[in-house]
């Protein structure tokens, strides 16, 4: 059994405006620190292009129509001042939605326990039928629909680590107790959301940390409270929405992880998984905007997944 790496060179082509955080810089960053001897056991697929059908699982039909429509033939359209689309987005979004359909079912079909996606643009703050925070589709959510839709699984679960609450995969998941998700992140951030003064139900596990959190705050959340939880869970096949901007050095937000703690977090995943779902995890790429931090903690944590392959 292998570690799978999925990615794209049309991943590249989505260019937002200069000096967007979310640039294709980005993807070069973590491609370039898994290309070590270490790497050398993973396999590499490139990324099919999602479908329509795959997309409405989780989004308002009319809306992947509109996104898919928008892409401009030169220059860039904006859906709100983060989020644009130019020339190269169309398969860029496609691909980095379709990749984690195509780890579904590289996973479920045994061909590796666990598969790591190296796409862009992120996903976790799209919504049914809005684009918002970089993102226009949910990649993720894209993916757990596929889980269960194609492969039959009841218990699907999503860890989120990025520094900013994942408001699109939570409310595409609030209503259906099949779908866990759970997040760690910083809170005042944008999109506002993920704070603890509602009680959301026992799917929905938010863990909100303060600016300036680190290490000792985000570890004792995963160890009292989330990783519990995801156990309790039993779920058949995890996700981890895998963003990279709580480490110390990124530039928009202001928590304190290192390395080590996603090295540590993707461990306890694996552990978790190799107990409940014979080890299937499939990761996708969400934030991180120092471009140093991002490609050493995107090592970090894709050394942890071939370390943990049973």
């Given at each position: 059994?292998?570690?799978?790496?999925?990615?794209?060179?049309?991943?590249?082509?989505?260019?937002?405006?200069?000096?967007?955080?979310?640039?294709?810089?980005?993807?070069?960053?973590?491609?370039?620190?898994?290309?070590?001897?270490?790497?050398?056991?993973?396999?590499?697929?490139?990324?099919?292009?999602?479908?329509?059908?795959?997309?409405?699982?989780?989004?308002?039909?009319?809306?992947?129509?509109?996104?898919?429509?928008?892409?401009?033939?030169?220059?860039?359209?904006?859906?709100?001042?983060?989020?644009?689309?130019?020339?190269?987005?169309?398969?860029?979004?496609?691909?980095?939605?379709?990749?984690?359909?195509?780890?579904?079912?590289?996973?479920?079909?045994?061909?590796?326990?666990?598969?790591?996606?190296?796409?862009?643009?992120?996903?976790?703050?799209?919504?049914?039928?809005?684009?918002?925070?970089?993102?226009?589709?949910?990649?993720?959510?894209?993916?757990?629909?596929?889980?269960r839709a194609v492969h039959g699984l009841n218990r699907v679960a999503v860890v989120d680590f990025d520094a900013?609450?994942?408001?699109?995969?939570?409310?595409?998941?609030?209503?259906?107790?099949?779908?866990?998700?759970?997040?760690?992140?910083?809170?005042?951030?944008?999109?506002?959301?993920?704070?603890?003064?509602?009680?959301?139900?026992?799917?929905?596990?938010?863990?909100?940390?303060?600016?300036?959190?680190?290490?000792?705050?985000?570890?004792?959340?995963?160890?009292?409270?989330?990783?519990?939880?995801?156990?309790?869970?039993?779920?058949?096949?995890?996700?981890?929405?895998?963003?990279?901007?709580?480490?110390?050095?990124?530039?928009?937000?202001?928590?304190?992880?290192?390395?080590?703690?996603?090295?540590?977090?993707?461990?306890?995943?694996?552990?978790?998984?190799?107990?409940?779902?014979?080890?299937?995890?499939?990761?996708?790429?969400?934030?991180?905007?120092?471009?140093?931090?991002?490609?050493?903690?995107?090592?970090?944590?894709?050394?942890?997944?071939?370390?943990?392959?049973?």
């Amino acid at each position: 059994m292998v570690t799978t790496l999925i990615t794209h060179p049309d991943c590249l082509a989505h260019q937002p405006p200069e000096a967007h955080p979310e640039r294709p810089e980005r993807l070069r960053t973590v491609l370039a620190a898994l290309e070590g001897t270490e790497f050398s056991r993973l396999q590499h697929e490139e990324a099919d292009l999602a479908t329509v059908n795959d997309l409405a699982r989780v989004h308002d039909r009319a809306y992947v129509e509109q996104v898919l429509a928008a892409i401009p033939m030169s220059g860039t359209y904006s859906f709100d001042p983060d989020t644009s689309v130019s020339p190269g987005s169309r398969n860029a979004i496609l691909r980095a939605a379709g990749a984690v359909v195509q780890a579904v079912t590289i996973v479920m079909c045994g061909d590796s326990d666990n598969v790591f996606c190296a796409v862009r643009p992120p996903g976790h703050h799209a919504l049914p039928n809005r684009a918002m925070g970089f993102c226009f589709f949910n990649n993720v959510a894209v993916g757990a629909a596929s889980a269960r839709a194609v492969h039959g699984l009841n218990r699907v679960a999503v860890v989120d680590f990025d520094a900013h609450h994942g408001n699109g995969t939570e409310a595409m998941f609030m209503s259906d107790p099949g779908m866990f998700y759970a997040s760690t992140h910083q809170f005042p951030l944008f999109p506002g959301t993920g704070s603890v003064g509602q009680t959301p139900p026992a799917h929905i596990v938010d863990l909100p940390l303060p600016p300036g959190a680190g290490s000792a705050e985000f570890r004792r959340a995963y160890t009292e409270t989330l990783l519990p939880a995801l156990d309790r869970f039993n779920p058949q096949l995890i996700f981890v929405s895998a963003g990279f901007d709580a480490h110390r050095d990124d530039p928009i937000t202001q928590l304190e992880l290192t390395e080590d703690d996603y090295s540590w977090a993707t461990e306890r995943i694996c552990e978790v998984a190799r107990r409940r779902c014979f080890g299937r995890v499939i990761s996708t790429l969400e934030g991180g905007y120092d471009l140093p931090a991002l490609g050493r903690s995107a090592a970090a944590h894709v050394r942890a997944l071939l370390a943990s392959r049973s």
